[in-house]
């Protein structure tokens, strides 16, 4: 019988991100957190015959959070260009989990098309000792570019 050891599941601090923008990477050494969800949307269907709901596939949305140390005004420059200028940004958020102890290797998750939805403009609080913030966004796309091995 085989079973799941300590050794082998990933640690959330090995990994790396990047954002994708105008054809370059940049590496999110401020990000805290991040994660991505996806969202199938489903459509109510009623049948003859079946006295209950069947649900069929219809679509889906993509959305994230991510934390990041307030410590880069590239999102609120970005915001600010829609808001100025009503030029809005898409990119790409590449993550990447590498833990060199998980016998499970590494994953590579591309997010394609991102758009952010929210921004904090400016921030002050004297409660913290560190500033962070934390900054949603959608998507229309994905890929894994490297999946976890199976062991």
Do not use: I
């Given at each position: 019988m085989s079973y799941?050891?300590?050794?082998?599941?990933?640690?959330?601090?090995?990994?790396r991100a990047y954002v994708k923008l105008d054809g370059?990477?940049?590496?999110?050494?401020?990000?805290?957190n991040v994660t991505a969800t996806v969202t199938k949307h489903k459509q109510s269907v009623r049948t003859l015959g079946r006295r209950g709901?069947?649900?069929?596939?219809?679509?889906?949305?993509?959305?994230?959070?991510?934390?990041?140390?307030?410590?880069?005004?590239?999102?609120?420059?970005l915001m600010l260009?829609?808001?100025?200028?009503?030029?809005?940004?898409y990119f790409d958020i590449v993550v990447i989990n590498?833990?060199?102890?998980?016998?499970?290797?590494?994953?590579?998750?591309v997010l394609k098309n991102c758009n952010l939805d929210k921004v904090v403009l400016a921030k002050?609080?004297?409660?913290e000792d560190f500033l962070d913030e934390e900054l949603s966004f959608t998507f229309d796309d994905a890929e894994i570019l490297q999946p976890f091995t199976e062991s």
């Open positions: 799941l050891t300590a050794e082998n599941l990933v640690s959330g601090q090995e990994g370059q990477n940049r590496e999110l050494l401020y990000l805290k709901d069947q649900f069929k596939s219809a679509g889906f949305s993509g959305s994230g959070k991510m934390t990041v140390y307030y410590v880069t005004s590239l999102f609120r420059q260009e829609y808001m100025k200028n009503g030029v809005d940004t590498e833990d060199p102890q998980s016998g499970f290797g590494s994953q590579s998750v002050l609080d004297v409660a």
